[in-house]
């Protein structure tokens, strides 16, 4: 809705009585209703774009009525005639605001959802009613063919809201912008120049040849949008509508009303659907630019959470380095004779300081893997070896006393390419996650096998296992699955860094796991 300037009903009405008069006076001297019917178009283009409010929609319509009165009066229509055709006029237009206001409140037909509400609402349905009273005026003045009458009449009306009120509600200050750039000025006065020209070719020989001009048309929407294309359908409607009512038009068999009848068919079901078109690339590339702002925004937050990641590790590095230091010098008795109760209390804070140092590193870890700050080194690297040395490195885990943990290879030739340091920081977590979790299955197994181009490599345990929802959570950061108040320790960003260092390495990583069954963590890597 934009602000609406003082003169802008009388302008209007000034426009619709023109119209009225032209329209009138035209279909007159072809002894027909009128084909096209313009003043609907501009009046409810104008009406939804600048009323506001009960106050402003009452002083809009009396001025449409006035103006539509006046028209009639000025094509030599007597004043009871008139004033039954203004009304009828009326019907239609404030049906047709009724309607958009209804069923397209948003009024953005570069949108199809809402181009196709406008034109099916506003245009096709809102002049049904208005053609029905029509016949009780055509009935008095003698009109004989009233089926005749009440198709030129509701698919004139439609056209003339469909046409007119799609290019007045799509010249938004923005579109105009764009439009008005000088290259797009070039473009658009050349193929606005080239619609006459397809014109001729379709319809000069004996044959009509509509389908000449989609590739214009669609050539039009895609160039210039939603107000181009409505723009162009003006013009191609009054060639087609005008010239068919004076008996020249492109369908030359028939009567004058049949031929005004093809050409109305032709625009509004040959010709209109372009504009539906239009509206599709234009919310396409609205929504891609708005993916595109999105996506923007969505790296300037993750670099900016990655900063301060970063900044919070170095920031706890320090201090926490310096309570181990004096934990350990309290603990070993530099500092003093110590009881046996500061004993263990010094190796509390010890442990905690050092879990506090873990989360550190791998906030460090994260920050870095996220900004791209990590770099891994891809060499062909021995899986089983890897796994027998992470496998070495477990068992002196408290948690691996009571844990069997095996190394199964699968063929020969189980060669990846990674950065093997990063690779063992990654297969270590897992199976660090699979004591701690899965434990009480008493056995971890460590896998590795060929598949297709790829080397496997599996961390199973045959614990409590996960739910499905559980598993769609795993690898988000700091998402401990319901567990932070458990006696496991953690802190919920390990498998984060572990899905990011083996992306890193060209690789994907991945769960299978139900309730009760263990879980398996798998990685693929490319094959060496």
């Known amino acids: 809705m934009e602000a609406s300037h003082?003169?802008?009903?009388?302008?209007t009405g000034v426009a619709v009585?023109?119209?009225v008069a032209m329209a009138i006076a035209y279909g007159r001297s072809a002894g027909l209703v009128a084909g096209l019917w313009g003043a609907s178009g501009v009046a409810v283009a104008v009406w939804l774009r600048t009323s506001r409010g009960r106050n402003s929609d009452m002083t809009f319509a009396g001025v449409m009525a006035i103006s539509i009165l006046i028209g009639e009066i000025i094509a030599g229509n007597k004043p009871p005639l008139a004033l039954a055709f203004t009304v009828v006029n009326m019907?239609?237009?404030?049906?047709?605001?009724?309607?958009?206001r209804r069923f397209s409140p948003t009024l953005n037909l570069s949108s199809l959802n809402g181009a196709v509400s406008f034109l099916f609402f506003a245009a096709v349905l809102a002049p049904i009613p208005a053609a029905l009273a029509s016949l009780v005026v055509l009935m008095q003045m003698g009109q004989t063919d009233l089926w005749q009458g009440f198709q030129t009449w509701w698919f004139g009306h439609a056209l003339g809201i469909a046409v007119l009120g799609s290019m007045g509600l799509s010249l938004t200050r923005t579109t105009l912008a764009k439009l008005l750039k000088p290259k797009k000025m070039v473009e658009a006065v050349i193929l606005f120049g080239l619609v006459p020209v397809f014109y001729y070719v379709a319809f000069a020989g004996n044959v009509p040849l509509g389908f000449v001009l989609l590739p214009l048309l669609l050539a039009i929407a895609v160039r210039l949008g939603v107000a181009g294309i409505a723009f162009t359908l003006v013009i191609l409607t009054v060639l087609l509508v005008g010239s068919a009512m004076i008996?020249?038009?492109?369908y030359a068999q028939g009567s004058p009303t049949e031929q005004v009848l093809m050409a109305q068919m032709?625009?509004?079901i040959g010709y209109m659907p372009v504009l539906l078109v239009a509206s599709l690339l234009e919310e396409r590339d609205l929504l891609a630019d708005r993916a595109r702002l999105g996506r923007e925004r969505a790296e300037k937050a993750s670099e900016a959470k990655s900063r301060l990641l970063a900044n919070v590790a170095h920031e706890i590095k320090s201090p926490v380095a310096g309570i181990i230091g004096i934990g350990d010098l309290w603990?070993?008795?530099?500092?003093?004779?110590i009881t046996p109760q500061q004993t263990e209390m010094s190796e509390m804070l010890v442990t905690t300081a050092r879990q506090v140092e873990t989360l550190a590193h791998d906030l460090l870890d994260v920050a870095r893997a996220e900004s791209g700050a990590v770099r891994v080194e891809l060499r062909p690297t021995d899986i089983p070896g890897l796994l027998e040395d992470v496998?070495?490195?477990c068992l002196l885990r408290p948690d691996a006393e009571t844990v069997a943990i095996e190394v199964v290879c699968e063929g020969d030739g189980l060669i990846a390419v990674a950065d093997s340091q990063r690779f063992a920081q990654v297969v270590t977590n897992l199976t660090v996650n699979a004591l701690k979790y899965g434990g009480s299955g008493g056995r971890v197994i460590l896998r590795a096998l060929r598949e297709d181009d790829c080397v496997r490599v599996e961390v199973s345990d045959f614990g409590p296992g996960l739910s499905v929802q559980k598993q769609a959570q795993l690898f988000e950061p700091f998402n401990r699955l319901?567990?932070?108040?458990?006696t496991v320790e953690g802190h919920g960003v390990g498998l984060a860094l572990a899905k990011r260092l083996v992306e890193l390495q060209g690789g994907s990583i991945g769960v299978i796991s139900a309730p009760g069954e263990g879980a398996t963590f798998w990685i693929l890597l490319p094959k060496a």
């Open 331 to 337: 603990r070993q008795g530099h500092l003093g004779p």
């Open 247 to 250: 008996g020249q038009g492109p």
């Open 391 to 393: 496998r070495r490195i």
């Open 91 to 100: 019907i239609e237009i404030v049906a047709a605001v009724l309607l958009a």
């Open 482 to 486: 319901g567990l932070e108040r458990s």
């Open 6 to 11: 003082p003169l802008t009903p009388v302008l």
């Open 17 to 19: 009585a023109v119209l």
């Open 266 to 268: 032709l625009v509004l």
